[in-house]
């Protein structure tokens, strides 16, 4: 008998979490749609629609497996769950018993829902070793809209309309947000709330989709964000168009700001950043009196030396602007009843001890909040000086999203022990001793929640998984009983569902059926800090503790900090400002003469999320190669035609891409795609040390002082064109 249904879920190819409604006739997905009831109103991408390609990939992982060569060799043998895990947490055991919790090193990619359970996993055994690229993309906005304005959580956008108002003046700063529902916001609300906006300004050094519909559009040079935001808050201050009410009665240290401002004159921003004076000086006077105003930061800002400055910038530019808690403008949403589920993992607490030698944390005082700095790992494994010694990486693959691949290759082989899950054989996954089968996101119940926004969604299981693939909550929890019973006390998986939704009152299977749990409209309240309680809620764990009640923001003054206390009890500056990057023409003048173009590595591709799908023929048809966007007059000289390939170097190697004639962005650039890999070549590299943006990139300081973030997305390069088949 043929048997159809139509399953509601969420869909987890990306940070978004889309509504969807999947198909299923016996037993195999079908179709999958936009649910046009959800919250994302029947928005849905290639790739969420490719999952059926994705889970019916014939190179899935299947069943547990152990090597039997040598690491990268290819000779795997099938093991049972029970020896996997049996292994996997023996080796942890018998590395905390010799070496202390730290020595366990547990790591994940972008997270995507699974970062609650590996958290947990690692709090719960008690290291404070958890390995991941937040640190340059995402956390500086959460660790820094925290101890700026929120104490814990993120400004969003708010493009919906709840308090009466849409934002007037959009500002879309490095973000591709009309192609891609990276971190936490999405395509449709941006897009709806745009057109009910007077204008838009565009800050992106490149001509995108977006570009036509601005109002102005500012092209900046890369890396120097930070040195716009100071230049239009000089503007702001010094014709007395900032908030006047908001500053003096909520805001921290505006005087001390406006010192710092000087120090950017329109005419000095406009030579660091390339941007005519008139422009910014237009920029700052449309946001500051066109109000309410949003600006949306995209990741290129995170991924820098001078990240948490740059971010801190931008939030001081919203903050004089009055931009913060009202309609209209950046909001911290309320999460609904069921609370931060995010809780799952902070309730369990590590040593202090652990938490203090937590690799990197004398140095990046913020990333080591939460993670180890993952390029000082690097190093240390490199110099065979690391406390780590068994890693367990629960999803992505550090091989590729790493910078500098040709250090990170021979440094992660150092360790004793690697265990990865994942759906596929990734690089990493090659290079390990034992990898795990993962169940796609169709094929397993979980609760999305990617950012503690103002909705909760059920992920529904739709189909089976093949072989013996299992979830990552399910091999979390199952790890979990092994080496910390304690905490990790769930009879399955269901279980463990159910206690995260417990402050709602709801089970898991009620949660299932109803789909979603929100937190909208006039449920959500605007100026929170003009009422009580707000500073009695959650605290990232450097916020000091809050002696005083009242009204306010919680922070350590009571109000938006333009002058960071905790930075600078941590010995930082606490008042924002602009650095040069590691690698320009004007930090590095020697070194351009030899790579004498600006290398971007950057930009969403609307196909791909970071390294994932590249093995998706309809994704791959739609764009079967990584693309190298050069200038026509600068390829003309370099005798570079439109679909050659082309080398791109910089002093720690070179990558191909096919050259794509591009006269948006600046003759001086070259804007280059991250993260290819092919997983149709053989392993265990896949082709990584061909086209990924990662051989370019440097893992080498100085950081940013505070988040640790490398120089990852503005670097000097040369390009020449390369034979068709040539490779190195
Ligand atoms: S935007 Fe992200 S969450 Fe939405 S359908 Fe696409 S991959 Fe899925």
């Given at each position: 008998m043929n048997e159809k249904k139509v399953i509601k879920s969420c869909c987890k190819g990306c940070h978004g979490g889309c509504g969807v409604l999947i198909t299923v006739e016996n037993g195999v997905v079908t179709y999958i749609e936009g649910d046009p009831d959800s919250?994302?109103?029947?928005?849905?991408?290639?790739?969420?629609?490719?999952?059926?390609?994705?889970?019916?990939?014939?190179?899935?992982?299947?069943?547990?497996?152990?090597?039997?060569?040598?690491?990268?060799?290819g000779k795997w043998q099938r093991i049972s769950w029970e020896e996997a895990l049996d292994t996997i947490a023996g080796k942890m055991n018998d590395s905390i018993a010799k070496y202390g919790a730290n020595s366990v090193c547990i790591a994940q990619g972008t997270g995507r829902g699974a970062n609650r359970y590996v958290n947990r996993l690692a709090r719960s055994i008690g290291t404070g070793n958890v390995f991941h690229p937040g640190y340059l993309c995402h956390s500086p906005r959460l660790l820094i809209y925290g101890l700026s304005v929120t104490g814990y959580g993120r400004l969003y956008c708010d493009y919906h309309g709840w308090g009466g108002e849409y934002p007037k003046t959009q500002i879309s700063w490095a973000k591709q947000l009309e192609i891609s529902n990276a971190d936490g916001e999405m395509s449709a609300w941006f897009l709806k709330a745009l057109e009910k906006a007077k204008n838009l300004i565009l800050v992106d050094p490149r001509v995108t989709a977006l570009t036509q519909k601005a109002t102005l559009w500012l092209q900046i040079r890369h890396g120097t964000d930070a040195a716009l935001a100071l230049g239009m808050m000089n503007v702001i201050i010094n014709e007395g168009l900032y908030d006047k009410e908001f500053v003096t009665n909520w805001c921290h240290g505006f005087h001390r700001l406006k010192e710092r401002v000087q120090e950017y004159p329109p005419d000095r921003v406009a030579e660091i950043c390339w941007i005519p004076k008139e422009d910014i000086i237009k920029a700052a006077r449309m946001f500051a009196i066109d109000t309410p105003g949003t600006i949306q930061i995209g990741e290129p800002l995170e991924a820098q030396n001078n990240s948490t400055q740059t971010i801190r910038a931008i939030i001081c530019l919203m903050a004089i602007t009055g931009n913060i808690e009202r309609p209209g403008g950046m909001v911290c949403w309320e999460p609904p009843d069921v609370g931060i589920i995010e809780d799952f993992?902070?309730?369990?607490?590590?040593?202090?001890?652990?938490?203090?030698?937590?690799?990197?944390?004398?140095?990046?005082?913020?990333?080591?909040?939460?993670?180890?700095?993952?390029?000082?790992?690097?190093?240390?494994?490199?110099?065979?000086?690391?406390?780590?010694?068994v890693f367990h990486c629960q999803q992505g693959s550090p091989l590729n999203w790493l910078a500098n691949t040709k250090e990170a290759l021979p440094a992660l082989l150092n360790l004793e022990f690697i265990s990865v899950c994942d759906l596929f054989m990734s690089p990493t996954a090659e290079h390990a001793d034992m990898v795990l089968p993962v169940a796609h996101w169709?094929?397993?119940?979980?609760?999305?929640?990617?950012?503690?926004r103002f909705y909760v969604a059920a992920i529904n299981k739709a189909v089976e998984p093949p072989g013996e693939a299992w979830g990552d909550n399910k091999i979390v929890l199952e790890l979990g009983k092994r080496v910390a019973p304690k905490y990790w006390w769930f009879e399955d998986v269901e279980e463990m569902l159910g206690y995260q939704l417990r402050k709602g009152n709801i089970t898991w299977k009620e949660f299932s059926k109803m789909g979603v749990i929100a937190k909208t409209g006039e449920e959500q309240t605007y100026y929170k800090y003009k009422t009580e309680g707000w500073r009695k809620g959650a605290k990232l764990p450097f916020m000091p503790e809050r002696k005083m009640t009242g009204p306010g923001?919680?922070?350590?003054?009571?109000?938006?900090?333009?002058?960071?206390?905790?930075?600078?009890?941590?010995?930082?500056?606490?008042?924002?400002?602009?650095?040069?990057?590691?690698?320009?023409?004007?930090?590095m003048p020697e070194l351009y003469k030899e790579y004498p173009l600006i290398l971007s590595t950057g930009g969403r591709l609307p196909y791909y999320f970071h390294s994932q799908y590249r093995q998706i023929p309809w994704l791959r048809e739609l764009q079967?190669?990584?693309?190298?966007?050069?200038?026509?007059?600068t390829a003309k000289n370099l005798g570079i035609k439109d679909g050659d390939w082309v080398w791109i170097q910089t002093p720690r190697g070179r990558i191909r891409q096919k050259a794509k004639l591009f006269n948006g962005s600046d003759p001086r650039v070259v804007t280059v795609q991250a993260s290819w890999f092919y997983p149709d070549q053989p392993g265990p590299l896949h082709g990584l040390m061909e086209s990924n943006a990662n051989i370019l990139t440097s893992n080498d300081g100085p950081f940013d002082p505070a988040m640790g973030a490398p120089t990852f997305r503005v670097l000097l390069c040369k390009v020449y064109k390369a034979e068709e088949n040539e490779n190195d």
């Open positions: 919250i994302t109103e029947g928005t849905v991408c290639t790739k969420g629609l490719a999952s059926i390609q994705h889970i019916n990939n014939p190179n899935r992982v299947k069943y547990p497996i152990k090597r039997t060569g040598k690491r990268g060799e993992a902070y309730e369990v607490t590590i040593p202090e001890e652990n938490q203090k030698t937590t690799i990197g944390a004398g140095s990046y005082k913020l990333c080591t909040a939460r993670t180890c700095h993952a390029d000082t790992v690097i190093k240390q494994l490199k110099e065979n000086n690391c406390a780590i010694k169709l094929e397993h119940n979980d609760i999305w929640n990617m950012h503690p923001f919680p922070t350590p003054t009571g109000k938006v900090e333009l002058y960071s206390t905790i930075l600078g009890d941590m010995g930082y500056d606490p008042l924002p400002y602009f650095k040069e990057p590691n690698e320009s023409p004007y930090s079967p190669y990584p693309i190298a966007q050069i200038h026509p007059d």
